[in-house]
């Protein structure tokens, strides 16, 4: 069984800073992508970033140059750095892990973090 478990949501200023965590824990096959993804009221879930083990990562055009994904692929961490928040950001934040290969071979979310961007 594969589990994510993020930290670091809470309530910011437009213009500030938030820092997110994930960890993951289980049979982790070292090949695989890690990211965020996000769901602000009355919408559908939305990528904001990934990050595949290879180093590749992957922005939604809205947070481009804003946010930052990074993995500490030995901690089987991942973590999205996110400067300059705009009261469009709000949303809760659910860390996602796609395993390509092995016996828990699928797709893994965590509960979700909220991220609350005040004007």
């Known amino acids: 069984q594969v589990q994510l478990v993020e930290s670091g949501g809470g309530l910011v200023q437009a213009g500030g800073s938030l820092r997110l965590s994930c960890a993951a824990s289980g049979s982790i096959f070292r090949l695989n992508t890690m990211g965020w993804y996000r769901q602000a009221p009355g919408k559908q879930r939305e990528l904001v970033a990934t990050?595949?083990?290879?180093?590749?990562?992957n922005y939604a055009g809205s947070v481009k140059g804003r946010f930052t994904v990074s993995r500490d692929s030995a901690k089987n961490t991942v973590y999205l750095q996110m400067n300059s928040l705009k009261s469009e950001d709000t949303a809760i934040y659910y860390c996602?892990?796609?395993?390509?290969?092995?016996?828990?071979?699928?797709?893994?979310w965590g509960r979700g973090t909220q991220v609350t961007v005040s004007t």
């Open positions: 990050l595949s083990s290879g180093g590749s990562p």
């Open positions: 996602n892990i796609n395993l390509p290969f092995g016996v828990l071979k699928g797709e893994y």
